[in-house]
């Protein structure tokens, strides 16, 4: 009997080991897949190419799948969105009767330099790879329109400096009509009309009175038509026409989009 229950103890003994054993394996195996599962997977993210770009305040690494975009539509998305938000062409400013005279004399070689930046310009946005998608070849087609609307616009600016009656037909005189008026009437009309957009001006200056004692005082000059129409077409038809030009802004929705090509993004950013 002794024997006989030995033996039974002996048994139950030996299964135990082995379930323990095969337990064991078992575990050993899963650790064994679940690590060699993570192993893939952070292989699989750091293979993922990186493009490397800044912003206002940040420098900034992000991974794209290279099966849906390359490197280049990565990198002319990133320029159509903020290197080209702002497209200006070559022109000079006129703010003083000195400059005026400059323009007047230089016309045909301002418009001619001009016209060669605005071609160029244009064809590099022309040539611009974007990625394949209709947001982003829409905002494209749109920055072309606007480039084309800004060339025409400081076109018609500087041949106005010479010849003010150009902007009696221009479409971007829309809602600008005093100015044009006064560039084209009699020398009372334009006086008043300038004396008009000075008293504006001040109202939105930290220091009105400069603003005012400036008019004054050129007001009194030998050259004061020129002063006049220096301040009515770059201050008053100037600012008044620009709001004709319909720019492509460069809004939250453009920016999630281009953020939304990647698929995590590293950023390092300084204190605004």
């Known amino acids: 009997m002794r024997i006989w229950i030995s033996s039974l103890l002996l048994l139950a003994a030996i299964g135990c080991k082995k379930e323990a054993e095969i337990s064991k394996n078992t575990t050993s195996k899963d650790s064994v897949s679940m690590t060699e599962s993570q192993t893939d997977s952070l292989k699989t993210t750091q293979n993922k190419p990186v493009f490397n770009f800044v912003t206002e305040l940040c420098d900034n690494k992000g991974q ?62 022309e040539n611009l790879k974007v990625v394949n998608d209709p947001y982003w070849q829409n905002i494209k087609a749109q920055k072309i329109q606007e480039l084309a609307l800004e060339y025409e616009f400081d076109k018609t600016e500087i041949t106005a400096f010479s010849d003010p009656s150009v902007l009696l037909n221009s479409k971007f005189s829309k809602n600008c009509e005093n100015f044009v008026r006064a560039l084209n009437s009699d020398e009372d009309v334009m006086i008043e009309e300038w004396r008009k957009l000075r008293v504006q001006m001040s109202k939105k200056n930290g220091s009105p009175e400069k603003i005012m004692d400036e008019f004054e005082n050129n007001l009194h000059a030998k050259n004061r038509n020129e002063y006049a129409i220096v301040d009515l077409i770059t201050f008053g038809w100037g600012n008044c026409a620009n709001n004709n030009i319909k720019r492509v802004e460069q809004d939250e929705k453009m920016t999630k989009a281009f953020n939304s090509l990647f698929i995590k993004i590293d950023s390092k950013c300084d204190e605004p």
């Not at 539509?73 to 005279?101: A, D, H, R």
Request: hydrophobic share 30%; net charge positive.
């Open 64 to 125: 794209y799948d290279a099966t849906k975009y390359s490197r280049e539509e990565i990198e002319g998305t990133y320029k159509l969105w903020f290197e080209y938000s702002s497209l200006l062409l070559n022109k000079p400013s006129v703010f003083k009767p000195e400059t005026l005279q400059e323009v007047r004399r230089d016309k045909d070689k301002i418009l001619a330099k001009l016209e060669q930046d605005f071609t160029e310009k244009k064809k590099a946005l």
